[in-house]
Each structure stands twice: as C-alpha cells, then as structure tokens.
C-alpha cells in the first residue's frame, strides 16, 4: 500500500542524502532509483510534481560539485540533531 501521508523531515532529509550522493557517484541508473525512492515517499497524487521538482533541483546543482558536497555535510548535521 502507498503511503498517503506527508513524508517526515527525517525521510526527506534521508532520501536527499542518498540523491546527493547518487548525484556525486555519477551513475545514472542509481540516480533514477533514488528519484523514484523519493518521489514514492509522497501522496500518489503528488508524484508528477514531487519528480519534476526534484529533478530540478538537481538540476540546478549538477554543475556545481562543491555545493553538492555542502548540502550533504548540511544533511548529515541536520539528521544528526533530529
């Protein structure tokens, strides 16, 4: 059964941590997986959106390895205090 509710912090924060580091490694079929493992997080309704935002997020990012490296050591600290 899908989960229907709204993803907590942690999960978000968990599930950008894992892109971040897909997006690093630079293989594209793990990065697929873990936009897909993201977008599952949210209501079904919500899947199309969450995919397109995600990816543009990502996006936004993908030239900059340095800021990648930031948000995740954000993550961590982040995830670390919850």
């Known amino acids: 059964m899908h989960n229907e509710t709204r993803p907590t912090t942690q999960q978000l924060l968990a599930s950008w941590q894992l892109i971040w580091q897909r997006k690093l490694n630079g293989k594209p079929a793990e990065m697929k997986d873990a936009i897909t493992s993201h977008v599952q997080l949210f209501p079904k309704g919500n899947h199309a ?31 670390r205090r919850l």
């Open 49 to 79: 959106e969450a995919e397109a935002r995600t990816k543009r997020t990502i996006a936004a990012y993908s030239g900059d390895l340095n800021a990648i490296r930031a948000l995740i050591k954000r993550g961590q600290a982040t995830l």
